[in-house]
């Protein structure tokens, strides 16, 4: 059973950085693609960033670009994503999700296990 946890949200003053973590665990995640997505309110889930777990090839929206990184940490099987410069519109709840390598970083229907969530409050 894959499960995915993250933690790392809260309240932050715009300019402000954050750092998101996602423990993952239940299997062997070599050959699959950890994501990261974010639903603002009233708005859909969108995605932010991805990240292989065998090569570290990533991919982020133009809305994070040079703003946001993607990690891994393959010994702890924990992907983080560190948030800096971050605007009110950023706001959000930051879920990470999985699946298997085979289709687009950010093709969100095709993840497979999703986190729970953790929000993410960024005041102007």
């Known amino acids: 059973q894959v499960q995915l946890v993250e933690s790392g ?12 973590s996602c423990a993952a665990s239940g299997r062997t995640f070599s050959n699959y693609i950890m994501g990261w997505f974010r639903q603002a309110p009233g708005k859909e889930r969108e995605f932010a960033a991805a990240i292989s777990w065998s090569y570290g090839i990533t991919l982020y929206a133009d809305s994070v670009k040079g703003r946001f990184t993607i990690s891994r940490d393959n010994a702890k099987n924990t992907v983080y994503l560190q948030m800096n410069s971050l605007k009110p519109e950023d706001t959000a709840v930051y879920y990470c999700a999985t699946k298997r390598r085979g289709s687009a970083y950010n093709e969100q ?7 729970q969530g953790t929000q993410v409050t960024v005041s102007s």
């Open 9 to 20: 949200g809260g309240l932050v003053q715009a300019g402000g950085s954050l750092r998101l």
């Open 109 to 115: 229907m095709s993840y497979e296990y999703w986190g």
